[in-house]
């Protein structure tokens, strides 16, 4: 079955600092996702990737960066963290069709 | 881009009954479909999804139709159970493209 892992379950963090949010996928996926989860807004896309150094804007990029130096590994990056960055972050990744398989997130807290 | 409408925002029902939700999507283009299960505090998981060839999709106890016309497709569940209780987002998409999720329905299945 298709793993999913993000480095941490929970996470705390000091506004400004530098954030760091790790995703592993071990089934050769091509796209893989980065989502934000908030109460009542449902799944928002933030960056996603097609292919090794490639990346696109999603619905919500602006105070978020991304990197995809190898096909397995995708990180989610917070140059200056927010209060407002506060949040459930899922990854995900899929093969062509379109079935996302989901890591089991991180919830960021900014103080 | 696409934008995706998801109501109701909650919806109670009793052990055997049907449940309905109901999406609009906004983008001709899109062609696939898809209906995702979070359990609290779990990841989000692909349940049933649909193609813009195909009408309705049946899955045992849930179904998927879908309205090219009026853009919008609907999830069925029939003889509810409390394991069915979640949080349900639709989503669309161009096959292949990243996923615009609805804002989610929260059921609620009391014995």
């Known amino acids: 079955d298709v793993k999913v892992t993000q480095s941490s379950r929970y996470l705390v963090k000091r506004t400004g600092e530098k954030v760091f949010l790790e995703c592993v996928q071990d089934?050769?996926?091509?796209?893989m996702f980065w989502y934000r989860q908030d109460p009542g807004l449902g799944l928002r896309l933030i960056y996603f990737s097609y292919d090794v150094k490639m990346k696109e804007k999603g619905d919500i990029p602006e105070g978020y960066s991304v990197s995809r130096e190898k096909k397995e590994r995708f990180s989610l990056i917070l140059e200056s963290a927010s209060t407002n960055q506060t949040s459930m972050y899922l990854c995900?990744?899929?093969?062509?069709?379109?079935?996302?398989?989901f890591g089991s997130g991180t919830q960021l807290s900014v103080l | 881009g696409e934008n995706v409408e998801q109501h109701p925002s909650t919806l109670s029902v009793q052990e055997g009954d049907s449940a309905v939700i109901k999406c609009t999507y906004s983008?001709?283009?899109?062609?696939?479909f898809p209906w995702y299960k979070q359990e609290l505090g779990k990841r989000p998981q692909l349940i049933i999804d649909?193609?813009?060839?195909?009408g309705e999709k049946k899955d045992q106890r849930i179904a998927v139709t879908l309205n090219k016309t009026a853009k919008h497709f609907s999830l069925h569940i029939t003889e509810t159970q409390p394991e069915d209780s979640a949080v349900y987002f639709c989503?669309?998409?161009?096959?292949?493209?990243?996923?615009?999720f609805g804002k989610g329905t929260s059921l609620l299945v009391t014995p």
């Open positions: 989503a669309a998409s161009i096959v292949g493209y990243a996923l615009n």
């Open positions: 995900a990744s899929s093969q062509g069709g379109g079935k996302l398989f």
């Open positions: 089934m050769d996926h091509e796209n």
């Open positions: 983008d001709s283009a899109s062609n696939y």
């Open positions: 649909i193609r813009s060839n195909v």
